[in-house]
């Protein structure tokens, strides 16, 4: 009994002695300490993103609202149906162009630059990515994800403009009108303002033609007012075209962002 006694402590002795001198590797799971491998690695924070609001000056005379309309024309084809009202009523507004609707759009580019005195056109970007300069999902767009990027975007949108014959630019919005304050630093750098908006019209171009007719009829004085004309296939379209018609008969005043001043949030046009 003595000798098993004995053998029974020295092997206790012994397995502690192991675990002082740290020998058994897979040990420590067992008695509940995750080894750091095995450790959920941090997540990386979201930057965060702002989306600026920009107004312009406002007429203060009683029934002679003053707003701005602004037109992204992102990828896709030109909606006819809102370029033919702008022309038809001689209705002036700010176009933001990307690089790559230029390049399948030439007839609209030619409408553009044969009404001077209605369409101003600014930089939207060389290939539609979000100007954040972190990685990041923004309505499930990769963002540009670094400076260098962001400036790629910016300077890549530019000179395609210049190439179709386009005075260069002085305004930019990138897509989604969202960014990280670090970048609205870097393009305010490269002496641009930066385009936000008060009035959403169109929900992306993703609303009704009612809701968005109403939207953008309920634009007030000083109000810039942002909508698509890059989806001929979708009902916005047709609530924008009505909307515009509305407002021209309430006795709106139409301006471009060149011919009025403003004022934007997030030091966007400071």
């Given at each position: ?7 029974s ?7 502690s002695a ?28 979201a ?34 149906r ?6 038809r ?5 700010t176009?933001f162009?990307t ?10 580019l ?20 979000p ?13 540009a994800?670094s ?10 949108g530019?000179?395609a403009?210049v ?15 969202k960014y ?7 393009i ?14 169109d ?7 009612v ?8 634009a ?8 698509h004309?890059?989806?001929p296939?979708?009902?916005a ?10 407002l021209?008969?309430?006795g ?16 966007t046009?400071?």
């Amino acid at each position: 009994m003595n000798r098993i006694l004995f053998a029974s402590a020295f092997l206790v002795v012994s397995i502690s002695a192991a675990f002082a001198d740290g020998i058994p590797s897979a040990v420590p799971t067992a008695i509940g300490r995750v080894p750091a491998a095995l450790s959920p690695a941090p997540k990386a924070s979201a930057p965060k993103l702002v989306e600026p609001h920009l107004h312009i000056a406002r007429s203060n005379l009683v029934g002679h609202a003053r707003i701005a309309l602004t037109f992204d024309a992102c990828m896709g084809q030109a909606d006819e149906r809102i370029l033919s009202t702008l022309v038809r009523e001689r209705i002036p507004a700010t176009i933001f162009v990307t690089a790559r609707w230029l390049k399948r759009n030439p007839a609209a580019l030619a409408v553009f630059l044969q009404n001077p005195d209605l369409f101003e056109l600014e930089n939207h970007g060389q290939n539609h990515v979000p100007a954040v300069d972190t990685p990041t999902l923004v309505y499930g767009i990769a963002s540009a994800g670094s400076p260098q990027a962001v400036r790629q975007e910016v300077e890549g949108g530019a000179a395609a403009m210049v190439a179709a014959g386009i005075p260069a630019p002085h305004w930019f919005r990138g897509s989604t009108a969202k960014y990280d304050l670090s970048a609205i630093g870097e393009i305010r750098a490269m002496g641009y303002r930066i385009a936000g908006y008060s009035v959403n019209g169109d929900g992306g171009s993703l609303l009704g033609a009612v809701i968005t007719e109403k939207r953008i009829a309920s634009a007030k004085d000083g109000d810039v007012v942002i909508s698509h004309i890059n989806q001929p296939t979708h009902a916005a379209g047709e609530g924008v075209a009505k909307a515009l018609v509305d407002l021209k008969a309430k006795g709106t005043e139409f301006v471009r962002l060149e011919d009025v001043e403003d004022t934007g949030d997030d030091k966007t046009t400071e």
